[in-house]
């Protein structure tokens, strides 16, 4: 009886000592973990409609500024301790739905990558630009915009744009019919309103006896020649 009580308790011992292994595992990271994007939503995305888009250049520091729909962000630098940019783009329910993702940094020469909940090994990352079109795993999609390299002592200005498929329609064909090229750096910079141009100076209009004189110099040399030649 004693020798079962043992072995009862032995046992007891034992499961406890899994669950806390199983525990570990799943909760401090210790299975294989990749690139996840955890985030909590700061926003919802607010798709512009293609038709509606404003073609006209705009500066990334101007409040409200929606250029060929596109929404701007930062991600702070690393000492400022603020979380990257979460957004949440909605409207993806159903199968085979694809995504569109364009970033570009402005300036569009910095490192910047974006992943969701469905990127596990692999960070999407460009230098510039990012330009990925992918399905959609739910009826919404946390997209989370970060650096790997580069923003250790400032921060990262950028434009981003979600477009997302109808449904219905043949999700590897749309993907491949997007351009793909239409970053707001495309639109160049417009002259403000209120530049003031430089005046272009020009020389004055030569008189009419400037314009006549190298004609009345070869005519006097003629008749210097011709009257040499009469003596």
Not at 3 to 18: D, E, P, R, S
Not at 103 to 109: H, S
């Amino acid at each position: 009886m004693a020798k079962t009580k043992v072995n009862i308790q032995y046992q007891a011992q034992w499961i406890g000592w899994l669950a806390v292994v199983v525990c570990v595992l799943m909760s401090c990271g210790l299975a294989p973990v990749g690139v996840q994007a955890a985030c909590t939503p700061q926003k919802d995305w607010v798709p512009v409609p293609e038709d509606q888009y404003d073609r006209n250049y705009s500066s990334i520091t101007t409040p409200g500024a929606r250029p060929l729909g596109y929404d701007s962000g930062v991600i702070y630098y690393l000492g400022a301790n603020q979380p990257n940019p979460c957004i949440r783009v909605t409207g993806t329910e159903g199968s085979g739905r694809r995504v569109e993702v364009m970033v570009q940094t402005e300036p569009a020469t910095l490192d910047i990558c974006v992943r969701d909940s469905t990127q596990t090994e692999t960070d999407n990352c460009g230098s510039g630009t990012i330009n990925s079109c992918q399905e959609a795993t739910g009826d919404s999609v946390n997209f989370e915009f970060y650096c790997i390299s580069g923003c250790e002592a400032g921060d990262i200005n950028f434009w981003y744009r979600f477009t997302v498929s109808q449904a219905g329609e043949d999700a590897e064909e749309w993907c491949f019919d997007r351009t793909g090229t239409d970053f707001p750096n495309t639109l160049g910079n417009i002259i403000p309103p209120n530049h003031g141009h430089n005046p272009v100076t020009r020389p004055p209009p030569a008189s009419g006896l400037s314009r006549l004189t190298p004609a009345m110099g070869s005519l006097i040399l003629m008749l210097v020649t011709v009257l040499l030649f009469l003596h």
